[in-house]
């Protein structure tokens, strides 16, 4: 929003593309996109390992339903400054605003390659007399494309400013014209941006409720969109302390523990509210007991709970909250927690009948890959080009 | 700091609340009943003998490939399962010396879970009840596959162009007065069509009947909020491939989740409405260049 306070945001400079990491993150991008042209050329039967007993594979429960969620640190954030006043985080909005649009871009994009027609998926939008408002996926698909739009309104300030340093007349003069405007309708555009992923992302809860007779008893809930909302929040929060360690680390930032330390208390508190209910749940429809069959949902359930627990433990205590190295780990746990919380409830829990199995194949791996690394190389690429990250000196003091 | 704290219990409740609300509601889940022409057809697995003139009949009807599957080295058209060129099959259960054919294709739902799923209403029920396929309005998501408890609709896998595969109920023959394919060819009558609640006395006329030889229950009077495909069967009928899915049909628990979320769209709105204030009231302002919440500023 305001584009006047604290540490100003710069630019870091430097190129995109170097080092190794870098090229091996555009060799798989190349992968990626070199798998999303033959998908497109010769359908899904040929690429995927997809079949009519599990038609939705690792794109939609990584690319789509974990990508998206992981991508929710714009919105978990947003909500702390915008809603409930903390203006100290604002310095983490842009860098979680990034990495929410370059999520959701690509989680869109997989959606398209993933259903059968992807030239007519305009139609959703635009058939709006055939809508079925009873389908969670029509909620799912319009919100998912609406906030892909916002995401980019909300990031149009940071392009404006640059656009403001630039050598062409009309665009600074456009630049300044834009700014204000765009800093007037910001806190509807924002409201925007937070209605919109607390619509789908519980929807996307929803999407699997429907398939209720053959969703395991450990994740078949009318509380679906409950957990998936929250979940989708720990995961956000746990992306921004995740994506703000390493960015600090990778471009030799300060780093913000103490924003970080104090943001992870309300993490906490959100992790111990989805466990509740999750576990609550599960109590009082007497499904814990599933639990305890030491079949393969069994054990990644008792995982899912571990992996959300442990970060738990580690952000309980005041002490182990103001170590980086703490928060990192707790960061990591919980974004890991839940992503196999959502994989689970999409593959795991899903059973079609005995005579199904689904195990990706080489290119379905190969273009999530490159869908990863297209939005890293988009993430870097931005923030090297775009006043995104604030609390350097000057610009351009990146190594890399 | 007590506004900071009332505006963070808002702010949580705004947000929870929707979601929250919502399992509470699916007790009142709406209940469909099936349309008073609704028609469909009745399978008994005492008549059957496995000869599987309704599944070439029904391949033809629909202009569909003809499938060979594993049985006589792929000498005959039988394919082994329902797919991208098979709407309708026969299968043989056998266990202790015991044996049943049980007939798979669309249930015809009287609260389908497919149509519940679909975004543009491709698959929809329409006249008599039958669940019918338009293309045109079809992307390919899918998400009827992931929905039906049933695991009938196929995708196209190997075409370039993917579509949806299911029985229609023969709807373009039925238009034309003639009966459903795989009916017309059964010379056991072991599959009839007629009004559902017709082929509902039937059913029960012939358990009653043969007490001893029938499972006391017709499949699909109830099951799954009841389908317009009954069965009768001498065997039970999860081994014949139909679930025991109680009376409560696939869509009414989302359906009243999401409704109460969405009723009237009152609730996003209102949601919009609280959150762009707050957001609002919270935006950063010239004369306060610390921007958002600047006395939380200095805690430690």
């Not at chain 2, 049985?71 to 058209?77: A, H, S």
């Not at chain 2, 007939?103 to 929809?124: E, S």
């Amino acid at each position: 929003m305001s584009t006047y306070t604290h540490a100003q945001p710069r630019p870091l400079g430097g190129p995109v593309l170097a080092g190794p990491v870098m090229k091996g993150l555009a060799g798989l991008a190349a992968l990626g996109v070199g798998v999303m042209i033959w998908r497109l050329m010769a359908g899904l039967g040929a690429v995927t390992a997809l079949n009519d007993g599990y038609p939705w594979g690792i794109w939609i429960a990584f690319d789509v339903v974990t990508g998206t969620a992981l991508a929710c640190g714009g919105y978990a954030i947003a909500l702390m400054v915008y809603i409930l006043n903390r203006g100290q985080y604002h310095p983490l909005v842009r860098p979680a605003l990034l990495t929410s649009a370059a999520g959701y871009t690509l989680a869109g994009l997989s959606i398209v390659l993933d259903v059968g027609r992807p030239w007519l998926t305009w139609k959703v939008p635009l058939y709006f007399w055939s809508w079925n408002l009873n389908s969670a996926l029509l909620e799912v698909a319009l919100c998912i494309m609406a906030y892909i739009v916002v995401l980019q309104v909300e990031l149009a300030p940071v392009y404006l400013e640059q656009a403001r340093e630039s050598r062409i007349p009309r665009l600074r003069a456009l630049a300044e014209r834009a700014l204000p405007w765009f800093g007037k309708a910001m806190p509807w555009i924002v409201a925007l941006g937070l209605l919109l992923p607390t619509m789908h992302q519980s929807s996307l809860g929803s999407l699997m409720m429907l398939a209720g007779p053959r969703v395991h008893g450990l994740w078949w809930t009318p509380w679906l969109p409950f957990l998936f909302l929250v979940s989708c929040m720990t995961m956000g929060y746990a992306a921004v302390v995740f994506e703000s360690t390493l960015s600090a680390r990778l471009f030799g930032r300060p780093q913000e523990t103490r924003m970080l330390g104090s943001l992870s208390g309300v993490i906490a508190i959100t992790v111990a509210l989805y466990l509740g209910v999750r576990l609550s749940d599960l109590a009082w429809r007497g499904k814990l007991g599933l639990a305890a069959a030491f079949d393969l949902p069994a054990v990644m359930f008792l995982l899912e709970m571990a992996l959300f627990a442990a970060p738990l433990l580690i952000l309980a205590s005041a002490r182990r909250r103001e170590r980086p190295a703490s928060l990192f780990a707790a960061g990591m746990l919980l974004m890991l927690g839940g992503g196999v919380y959502r994989f689970d409830t999409y593959l795991v829990a899903f059973n079609p009948g005995p005579q199904w199995s689904y195990f990706p194949s080489v290119p379905e791996q190969l273009m999530t890959l490159g869908v990863v690394a297209l939005e890293i190389l988009g993430y870097v690429f931005v923030v090297r080009r775009f006043p995104i990250l604030g609390g350097m000196p000057a610009a351009p003091a990146a190594r890399s | 700091m007590a506004t900071s704290r009332r505006q963070l219990l808002r702010g949580l409740a705004t947000v929870g609340a929707a979601t929250a609300a919502a399992p509470g509601a699916a007790r009142a889940a709406e209940v469909r009943r099936a349309p008073d022409d609704a028609v469909g057809m009745l399978y008994d697995t005492t008549l059957c003998i496995g000869c599987k003139a309704c599944v070439v009949a029904c391949a033809q009807a629909n202009d569909l490939t003809p499938e060979r599957g594993t049985y006589g080295q792929g000498r005959y058209q039988a394919p082994d399962d329902l797919n991208e060129n098979t709407k309708n099959i026969i299968k043989l259960y056998t266990e202790e010396g015991r044996t049943a054919y049980v007939k798979q294709q669309c249930m015809h739902c009287v609260d389908p879970a497919c149509a519940n799923a679909c975004m543009l209403g491709a698959l929809q029920k329409r006249e008599f009840g039958i669940v019918t396929y338009d293309a045109s309005k079809c992307i390919g998501c899918r998400y009827c596959q992931m929905a039906c408890p049933f695991g009938i609709p196929k995708f196209q896998w190997s075409r370039y162009s993917g579509k949806i595969v299911k029985c229609e109920l023969c709807a373009h023959r039925l238009a034309k007065g003639q009966l459903p394919a795989c009916v017309e060819v059964c010379p056991r009558q072991a599959v009839i069509y007629g009004r559902r609640t017709e082929l509902l006395e039937e059913a029960r006329r012939r358990l009653r009947e043969k007490p001893d030889l029938y499972v006391q229950k017709v499949y699909g009077e109830t099951d799954a909020g009841g389908t317009q495909v009954l069965y009768v069967s001498h065997v039970p009928f999860e081994k014949l491939g139909l679930p025991d899915l109680g009376p409560e049909s696939v869509p009414a628990t989302q359906r009243a989740v999401q409704h109460g979320i969405y009723r009237g769209f009152a609730a996003p709105i209102a949601l919009y409405g609280l959150l762009g204030a707050l957001a609002f009231r919270n935006r950063a302002r010239p004369d306060r260049p610390e921007g958002h919440g600047a006395g939380e500023e200095e805690r430690p």
